[in-house]
């Protein structure tokens, strides 16, 4: 299968509503980045993880590399939280940053 | 996020003409990699570099396309006859490229448009 699988391939969330993003992992990853890309197609990063959970603000993203899975959690959405957002992972003893397909998310007023 | 540059922003270019992107890396960052995004969907690796040299690129790179860091504060990627297929986003990042340091921060890209 894919290396990086993402999940889901779209979203639409309310204002205020809470929901997760997923990547599985078809091996073990070192580590993973979470981005958002805006309607400009600018990449931010939100999160670089190495293992465990990390926090900032409403967003939190969680690695395990051994069950070879990645999340990103957002509460209270909010309209600017709409764009893309992409999971990034790079295997052991590897370089090349392997991406997810995306999620489109839509933040609905 | 850190400050890696491409220019231009925007290119417009015809078909069978030649086109380039510059990237200039954060700095202090060793490792270079470009990626091309179509419409808004995954980003497919180009190229990555390694203290100025190419470690590893895609086929399409080695046969239709020029891709140097010639110092290591700029890195330009090149097509050299320009086809339809190639209108896209082109995303150019760089990171400290040493152990845990591996985090890559992105440029605003390059829009191509191949008419």
């Known amino acids: 299968g894919m290396p990086v699988e993402q999940n889901p391939p779209a979203l639409s969330l309310y204002e205020g509503a809470d929901s997760g993003l997923r990547c599985n992992f078809s091996t073990t990853m070192k580590s993973v980045q979470w981005f958002q890309q805006n309607h400009r197609g600018r990449l931010i990063t939100l999160f670089y993880l190495a293992q465990g959970t990390k926090e900032n603000g409403r967003l939190k993203s969680t690695f395990n590399s051994k069950e070879r899975y990645s999340t990103l959690h957002i509460k209270d959405a909010q309209l600017e939280d709409s764009g893309t957002y992409f999971c990034?992972?790079?295997?052991?003893?590897?370089?090349?940053?392997?991406f997810g397909k995306g999620t489109h998310l839509h933040v609905l007023p | 996020d850190a400050a890696v540059t491409q220019k231009p922003r925007y290119l417009i270019k015809m078909k069978g003409q030649e086109a380039e992107m510059k990237c200039i890396p954060e700095?202090?960052?060793?490792?270079v990699f470009w990626y091309q995004q179509k419409q808004s969907k995954e980003l497919k690796f180009l190229i990555y570099?390694?203290?100025?040299?190419?470690?590893?690129q895609i086929d399409m790179v080695k046969e239709r396309f020029s891709a140097v860091c010639p110092s290591s504060s700029l890195c330009s990627l090149g097509i050299r006859t320009c086809e339809a297929e190639d209108s896209a986003l082109y995303l150019c990042s760089s990171s400290q490229g040493t152990g845990d340091n591996e985090r890559l921060f992105f440029g605003h890209g390059t829009k191509l448009s191949v008419l």
């Open positions: 990034a992972a790079e295997r052991a003893n590897a370089y090349k940053v392997i």
């Open positions: 570099f390694q203290n100025q040299q190419p470690l590893d």
């Open positions: 700095k202090g960052h060793t490792a």
